[in-house]
């Protein structure tokens, strides 16, 4: 697997103008964002916005009508192959075969990437997701977190400089999150650049050095959580303000809120 190096200060992905339609159902109709290096990326939507679409014209599963996308520099369309050496995918339905054990799973993901010593690097993945024990055992009788983070440790065999994580929670419980969510900032502390998509909106405000919000398939915001807050009307003095979250700045945006006083101050007085 190649290395990708990416130009000097570039971003890691570019989407520009991207479009996508199924049939008459125009599902992206011009996305555009880029993300940089090493950063943690959240791209947040409802159910069909089009996360799953776009993570999949990215990592070259599909083609895009319209618009271009790089990744390190290389374009999905033109240079799928150079694409795919640099990404892995963990899709929303994690790719683990159940009747292998967690260690086998791993080293089948080694053998099919040509690596030299698929058992040590088994080994090592497993230590790294803390499945040291759990790795004889078949994935079958794993919990989902445990699930979830071995679909993780196959991706990130062959050391992919972006990884895309579609959904990487759903369905698991507090703990089983806050795993994956350890494990996806480890990912990034360590230069590996990532694209999730969520519909948890803390997973994005505990995770995310910028969200964009993905809506009747534009991007209609993007920035760090503390931009996309100051999107709301600022708090008055005399009151405790209840600070907006990701939530309310969401619903606010896609328009989808029925409380009219979302943003009014929450009445509680300074005492
Ligand atoms: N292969 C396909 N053929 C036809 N329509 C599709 C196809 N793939 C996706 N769609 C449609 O495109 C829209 C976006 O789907 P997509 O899976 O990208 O949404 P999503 O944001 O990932 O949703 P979710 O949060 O439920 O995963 C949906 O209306 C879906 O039905
Ligand atoms: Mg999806």
Redesign the pocket.
């Known amino acids: 697997m190649t290395t990708a190096v990416n130009a000097p200060n570039g971003p890691a992905i570019r989407v520009q103008g991207i479009e996508k339609s199924?049939?008459d159902?125009q599902?992206l109709r011009g996305v555009d964002f880029d993300v940089a290096p090493g950063s943690i990326f959240a791209l947040l939507?409802?159910?069909?916005?089009?996360?799953?679409?776009?993570?999949?014209i990215l990592s070259t599963l599909l083609k895009a009508d319209a618009g271009t996308a790089t990744v390190e520099t290389f374009d999905v369309a033109t240079q799928p192959q150079q694409v795919r050496e640099a990404i892995s995918l963990t899709g929303?339905f994690a790719a683990v075969d159940e009747i292998l054990t967690g260690r086998e799973n791993l080293v089948l993901v080694a053998r099919l990437r040509h690596l030299s010593d698929p058992g040590a690097v088994a080994d090592d993945l497993l230590e790294r997701f803390s499945l040291t024990d759990a790795g004889g055992r078949k994935a079958s009788t794993y919990s989902g977190g445990m699930r979830r983070r071995l679909d993780i440790a196959m991706s990130l065999i062959g050391d992919p400089s972006v990884i895309f994580l579609?959904?990487p929670t759903t369905g698991l419980d507090p703990q089983a999150r806050n795993e994956v969510w350890q494990t996806v900032r480890h990912l990034a502390d360590n230069g590996t650049t990532v694209l999730l998509?969520t519909?948890y909106l803390d997973e994005a405000e505990q995770l995310a050095d910028r969200i964009a919000i993905?809506h009747r398939g534009t991007i209609i915001s993007n920035g760090t959580l503390a931009e996309l807050k100051q999107l709301l009307p600022p708090a008055e003095v005399s009151y405790v303000e209840k600070q907006p979250s990701l939530e309310d700045v969401f619903l606010t945006l896609i328009g989808d809120t029925e409380d009219p006083d979302l943003t009014a101050p929450t009445g509680k007085e300074v005492r």
Request: charged share 25%.
């Open positions: 199924f049939k159902v599902v939507g409802s159910n069909g916005a089009g996360k799953t679409t776009l993570v999949r929303q579609d959904e998509t519909q993905l």
